[in-house]
């Protein structure tokens, strides 16, 4: 069984949209924390957005510079399934996006495990 599973990528054209899902399990879902990655050939992986909730059932969301204002991150726990919401699409969005429970200690968006899927590929043309 893939613990992680993350779909709903493909090809747009710069200024188009993409809605990505992850599929966890119990053994790799987070309820405090969960996060987007992406990577390229030429980039290590980055954090992209991260979903968090405290002990209150308080949410808050957080973004990496690069994607503030155009990429939603959301989640259902019943179902324990993430979401990406991609607006207005830029070439430099290309990457794999991959999905993993994440460190609410870190100031950045960081993983706290090894473990990832296999990812979801997103190409932007311009």
């Known amino acids: 069984q893939r613990e992680l599973v993350e779909s709903g990528g493909g090809s747009v054209e710069s200024g188009g949209s993409l809605k990505l899902s992850c599929q966890a399990t119990h053994h790799t879902y987070n309820s405090f924390c969960m996060a987007w990655f992406r990577q390229t050939p030429e980039k290590e992986r980055e954090g992209v957005a991260r979903h968090l909730r405290d002990l209150r059932d308080n949410t808050t969301t957080e973004y990496a510079d690069s994607v503030k204002g155009r990429f939603t991150i959301s989640r259902d726990a019943n179902k324990r399934m993430m979401f990406l919401q991609m607006d207005n699409l830029k070439p430099e969005d290309s990457a794999r996006y991959y999905c993993?429970?994440?460190?609410?200690?870190?100031?950045?968006?960081?993983?706290?495990?090894?473990?990832w899927g296999q990812g979801t590929q997103v190409t932007v043309s311009s």
């Open positions: 993993a429970a994440c460190s609410t200690l870190s100031a950045s968006i960081v993983p706290i495990s090894d473990y």
